[in-house]
């Protein structure tokens, strides 16, 4: 049991998954590491003191065409392991208008306690497996609206 990993070893448990795994370290020892699932970009953050981290957090940002409140909402009280997260974009990047919303979905892992490698690896199968249903509750209504537009 461990109540701590390195990033390293976090890389590790999802390159085993078969996934690519790049660990990014700042200049103030903040790390986090880089992903994607069916065809969806992800990160892992980790929390905690350098080297020896004590949680991690899943993120994926997802932009929908609209304000995504009532489908964050929805989404929250119908699933309990992944969240979503409707934030305004403030960025000053000139492709993103000031006041467009994203969605962020997060999934936290705390090692309090201890937990073993296999637990981290079932972990994080569960957000690969939650990912694609969060993209649903995002993305759905505009399918949605596209197949009654075509019958």
Same mark, same amino acid.
């Given at each position: ?9 976090? =890389? ?8 690519? =795994? ?8 903040? =790390? ?104 649903? =509750? ?14």
């Amino acid at each position: 049991m461990n109540e701590s990993f390195t990033v390293e070893e976090i =890389a590790e448990l999802i390159r085993d998954e078969g996934y690519k =795994a790049l660990v990014t370290i700042d200049e103030d020892e903040d =790390a986090f590491i880089a992903s994607a699932s069916d065809g969806t970009d992800w990160y892992v953050l980790m929390h905690g003191l350098s080297p020896f981290f004590d949680s991690i957090s899943f993120r994926c940002l997802l932009f929908p065409e609209g304000d995504p409140t009532e489908d964050c909402n929805k989404f929250n009280n119908d699933y309990r392991y992944l969240k979503l997260y409707r934030v305004v974009n403030e960025d000053d990047d000139e492709d993103k208008e000031d006041g467009k919303f994203y969605a962020r979905a997060e999934m936290d892992c705390d090692f309090a306690g201890g937990v073993s490698k296999l637990m981290v690896s079932a972990t994080i199968r569960r957000w690969i497996a939650c990912l694609p249903i969060a993209e649903d =509750a995002i993305y759905g209504k505009l399918s949605s609206k596209l197949e009654s537009e075509n019958q």
